[in-house]
């Protein structure tokens, strides 16, 4: 059995900028997501003793916090806290947990992602249009990456060039890293 948690939706403003109704509605949907998915299909697999896997989609903002995406980000880094803890809980019942940490990916997600505050501009819209049609990233290479994490019980999976970048830096040059997203 393999689930896959994967609902989200993006958000662009200061954090500080942000309604409470609106870090409320992330939350519940790309964090309450995924735990009721959780709750709904990991205590049967759990009791079937046939093991399995279960992939969380986290993102490259579950890597690393930029400017602007502080709502998303605390979202995604939950998501990977869960799927951490998830990972190790899981694990003697023989069922393997991945985060799948993509970066940009051609979807219509780029015209959903909603900007607040002092990004709501046509500057701000244009720079989140440039960052998605840039991307060469197609959902099917996603699923491609994320099938080959669920055969090899990957615990992070990064996909596409800003992941993968994020994720090197991060860990090998954290302070190049911070300069390059101030």
């Given at each position: 059995d393999i689930l896959?948690?994967?609902a989200g939706v993006v958000m662009g403003g200061m954090a500080w900028e942000v309604e409470t109704s609106d870090w409320r509605r992330l939350h519940d949907i790309n964090v309450m997501g995924v735990?009721?998915?959780i709750r709904?299909?990991?205590p049967k697999m759990v009791a079937r003793k046939q093991g399995g896997h279960v992939v969380n989609m986290s993102s490259v903002s579950g890597l690393v916090g930029t400017p602007g995406?502080?709502?998303y980000a605390a979202t995604k880094f939950a998501v990977m806290g869960l799927t951490e803890?998830?990972?190790m809980e899981l694990h003697?019942?023989?069922i393997g947990v991945s985060a799948v940490c993509p970066g940009y990916v051609k979807t219509p997600i780029q015209s959903k992602v909603k900007l607040v505050g002092t990004l709501d501009t046509e500057k701000g819209r244009a720079r989140v249009d440039k960052q998605f049609s840039a991307?060469?990233?197609l959902p099917e290479s996603v699923a491609e990456r994320t099938l080959n994490a669920i055969r090899?019980?990957?615990a992070i999976a990064t996909i596409g060039r800003e992941a993968l970048m994020v994720r090197t830096l991060k860990r090998w040059a954290p302070s190049m890293l911070e300069r390059f997203l101030q």
């Open positions: 896959i948690n994967n735990v009721h998915g709904a299909f990991v995406m502080g709502t803890a998830l990972r003697r019942h023989g991307t060469t990233l090899r019980n990957e």
